[in-house]
């Protein structure tokens, strides 16, 4: 009755709503603002070019934090919210990527 | 066993006749009714735009520029653009043939959001009349891709508004893209799995992937511009360090796959025509969706091939330069796919699978000209001529609107319940057809020989062809009147259709013509391939796939 | 052709959140997610446009970059990184709350996240004062004549002095792309109290609390933002 039903693939009888523990918010808040704290430190600090490395790499971490269990994308099955965010980020890098590939080769001979 | 809901008049409930008014219309969640919303807009807009381009037309007739000036000239370049690119060409196949169709195709009762698709409509209309206002108040002469610092500091026109209506119409697109790909993803019945799913659904799919990323890119992009106007800040104004390239690669960025949104779709229309009057299934199924994935990812990777003489380096240049030509892979695959399902098949002549035709072959000289700009040395002899117009044209109206046309006449009797004239349908093909190769043949020879795209006025040694091209344009027009008036004409007294015409394959022609408001009288299972021609031609013709009455 | 009597019969009049064209209110849900998704994968690449201009420009005016930076109240940004940070914690808490049918709770954390995107709105619009004042704000009455960064430790005639054309862009970039998340968050502060009044006559229950998730979803996309907006925009060259 049910075999090869794209709708029942996509109910949620089956799906238990995850429900974060107090202490998981918490333990990510914290992170959170451990990080803010880094990237704010890490500034004041004569890292040569790899400050904005650094920077950009603790704002990283941070979204992912987020993504991951604030937006609970960790704990869905769902494999097709992963593969839009991973679109997003893709098409968005080719954009950055492609224009940079412009302006850092204008000058050269 | 459900059957057919029947009013007390013993008249069989339709999306039609479900509701009178107004109000019924204007506030509509049904699909298959903001299809129709959307149809009256986009052939209202349609007209709008071919009336410029006559007049386009019109001054062409001379080398002096005698009818209109420049300056009004520039005017009617560009709102002929912008019109028929945001208003026509983008939203015409999606939100009224996508609208109406996908539910059925994939056997759901609606969008996954009939209330953001009706939205989508009431953002279409406020970007419209946004338009309206820019014409009547004397319109925009950016040229259609508004380039900077042109538009963001030395002209007076109404540029804002323009830009304000594009990114209504914009929303409207990202919204509809939005919806069709939920729905695809969640809604489709029981059975009807990836693989078995039309290519007209595995089409839009691909094109709400572009109209979702990319949309937001020009959106941000002419916010920009308008801020800049208001504000004056510089972003992209050389004179403060702004980079006018930058607001090229923004705007490219989207507005290069912008042309695969618009055809795509076209691309869709073509396999189901083609597949119903060759009777056999597609060839290459599996390639054929590879093939609308690709082409909708490697065109955001191609933008740059806009502005190979803008001042971008060579070495980006000659990157777009290598992927442009990559992005032809899989449009060719899909001629190649095309032609070889109609190898022996069974060939009948009816008016869609003529425009099928005619996007073919059209299609691929657009297409195989794209390559000749691909190419950097042809792209500096080239651009900014004629060649430039004529090669898009191919695609956009040798191309899309024959395959909207095509659609148009193929899922009529879906739509309407009736079946339009084929003889009319016939002769306003070949009129299409020899109307548009007369307006843009010469085009190409006159880019190759040099005459510059956005002038008025030219040398007279160029004049024959343009007046060629003039000629060829009314009678384009007279045959894309024709089947307005008589698809009109049979609303009334076309022969009433039953559910399946062409004895086609597809959950869409299992229903009634036209459907109820919920589509299916019960939810389909689907266990069969799509495209299962020689299943049904081996039924004995008068037993049509059963459909609850 | 058969007739697929579960997935017609679900009784949608015996579930007045289950609109009429799904099958089933797991169906629904994951349309409704996907969506939103889907709307923040958009999101992403309206952003990205101005991101992409960010680019661009502090590639080129690195060093003007670093003292229009300089300018921006960094203890100001940090706090409104911690208040946003804190307001994802109550929206979480907030969909935690409703999970476990908890509806005061609910309330209570949807307007402490109201309350904290009003603080980072009220802290915003005391740096643009500020940059107001200093005649920061591109347009006629910009003018800046501020040092290169790190420009102090050699004597005072040969210091190098950020070009104030570059430094416009920056601010020109900085208050378009600080405005836009502002934009954001207006609306999203907005959808919160329009949830939250919805919230307190009881509409949302362990069983139907999409438009919480999807309003969340919502509001960490506009946190993230920030994340990258503050690490971009106020810390360029601090240590010089």
Known sequence: MSDHNPASENTSEHISEHISSLGSCLAIWLALLAGTTLTVAAAFIDLGPFNTIVALTIATIKATLVVLFYMHVKYTHEKLTGLVIVSAIFFLFILLALSMADYTTRLWR | ?549 | ?240
């Open chain 2, 1 to 549: 066993m459900a059957t057919a809901v029947v009013s007390d008049s013993g008249e069989r409930e339709t999306y039609l006749n479900a509701g009178y008014g107004l109000k019924s219309w204007l506030l509509t969640v049904d699909h298959k009714r903001i299809a129709l919303l959307y149809l009256m807009s986009i052939t209202f807009f349609f007209f709008i735009g071919g009336f410029f381009a006559l007049l386009i037309r019109l001054e062409l007739l001379t080398p002096a520029g005698e009818l209109v000036q420049s300056d009004t000239y520039n005017k009617l370049f560009t709102m002929h653009g912008q019109v028929m690119v945001f208003f026509f060409l983008i939203p015409a196949v999606p939100a009224v043939l996508g609208n109406f169709l996908i539910p059925l195709m994939i056997g759901a009762k609606d969008l996954a959001f009939p209330r953001i698709n009706l939205l989508s409509w009431y953002l279409y209309i406020i970007g419209g009349t946004l338009m309206i206002y820019t014409i009547l108040n004397g319109g925009v002469d950016t040229g259609w891709t508004f380039y900077t610092p042109l538009s963001t500091e030395f002209l007076k026109t109404n540029v804002i508004s323009a830009i304000v209506g594009i990114f209504f119409a914009g929303f409207s697109s990202i919204l509809t893209g939005l919806n069709f790909i939920v729905t695809i993803h969640r809604m489709r019945a029981p059975g009807m799995t990836w693989n078995r799913l039309p290519l007209f659904v595995w089409a839009h799919y691909a094109t709400s992937i572009i109209q979702v990323l990319g949309t937001p890119v020009v959106a941000i992009t002419l916010v920009l511009v308008a801020l800049e106007r208001l504000f004056h800040l510089g972003v992209f104004n050389p004179m403060l360090g702004g980079d006018p390239l930058l607001f090229q690669h923004l705007f490219w960025f989207y507005s290069h796959p912008a042309v695969y949104i618009m055809i795509l779709p076209g691309m869709g229309i073509v396999s189901e025509i083609v597949c119903c009057f060759s009777r056999k299934r597609i060839f290459g199924y599996k390639a054929m969706t590879l093939a609308v994935v690709g082409i909708a990812v490697i065109g955001f990777l191609v933008w740059a091939h806009h502005m190979f003489v803008a001042g971008i380096s060579l070495y980006a240049a000659l990157i777009f330069s290598l992927l442009s030509y990559f992005v032809a892979v899989p449009s060719a695959i899909k001629v190649f796919n095309w032609t070889a399902t109609m190898y022996k098949g069974s060939i009948t002549y009816q008016t869609p699978m003529l425009y099928a035709f005619g996007f073919i072959g059209l299609f691929t000289i657009g297409g195989l000209t794209g390559l000749f700009l691909a190419c950097l040395g042809v792209d500096v002899h080239v651009h900014d001529t004629y060649f430039i117009i004529a090669h898009f044209h191919y695609i956009m109206v040798g191309g899309m609107v024959m395959a909207y046309l095509g659609g148009m006449h193929f899922w009529w009797p879906k739509i309407s319940g009736r079946m339009y004239p084929e003889g009319w349908g016939k002769l306003a093909a070949l009129i299409v057809f020899i109307g548009f190769n007369l307006t843009f043949f010469p085009q190409f020879i006159l880019g190759y020989m040099g005459m510059p795209r956005r002038y008025h006025s030219y040398p007279p040694e160029f004049q024959i062809l343009n007046v060629l091209s003039t000629a060829g344009a009314t009678i384009l027009a007279v045959g894309y009147l024709l089947p307005m008036v008589y698809f009109v004409w049979s609303m009334r007294y076309g022969k009433p259709a039953p559910p399946n015409p062409w004895n086609a394959a597809g959950l869409e022609w299992q229903t009634h013509s036209p459907p109820p408001t919920f589509n299916f009288d019960e939810q389909p299972v689907v266990t069969w391939e799509a495209y299962n021609y020689d299943e049904i031609d081996k039924i004995p013709e008068k037993e049509e796939v059963p459909v609850a009455h």
């Open chain 3, 1 to 240: 052709m058969h007739t697929s009597q579960a997935a017609v019969d679900e009784p949608a009049h015996e579930n007045p959140a289950l609109l009429h064209h799904f099958a089933t209110k797991g169906q629904q849900k994951n349309a409704a997610s996907l969506g939103m998704w889907l709307f923040l994968a958009q999101e992403v690449m309206f952003f990205g446009g101005l991101f992409c201009a960010y680019l661009v420009y502090r590639y080129k005016y690195f060093g003007d970059f670093g003292s229009a930076s300089q300018q921006l109240d960094i203890r100001l940004g940090t706090t409104n990184t911690v208040v946003l940070i804190c307001s994802s914690l109550t929206v979480v808490l907030a969909i935690r709350a409703v999970q476990l049918g908890k509806r005061t709770a609910l309330v209570f954390w949807l307007l402490a996240t109201i309350l904290f995107g009003l603080a980072f709105l009220g802290i915003k619009a005391d740096e643009y004062a500020e940059k107001f004042e200093k005649h920061h704000v591109p347009g006629a009455s910009f003018s800046y004549h501020e040092l290169l960064p790190g420009q102090e430790k050699f004597p005072a005639a040969e210091r190098q002095y950020a070009n104030p054309h570059h430094a416009e862009m920056f601010f020109s970039l900085y208050f378009v792309m600080t405005g836009m998340h502002a934009l954001h968050m207006i609306i999203g502060v907005g959808l919160f109290g329009f949830l939250a009044y919805k919230a307190w006559r009881g509409k949302y229950t362990p069983d139907y609390y999409t438009p919480i998730e999807n309003a969340g979803l919502y509001w960490h996309f506009v946190d993230i933002v920030w994340i990258y907006l503050f690490g971009l925009l106020y810390l360029i060259d601090r240590h010089r």
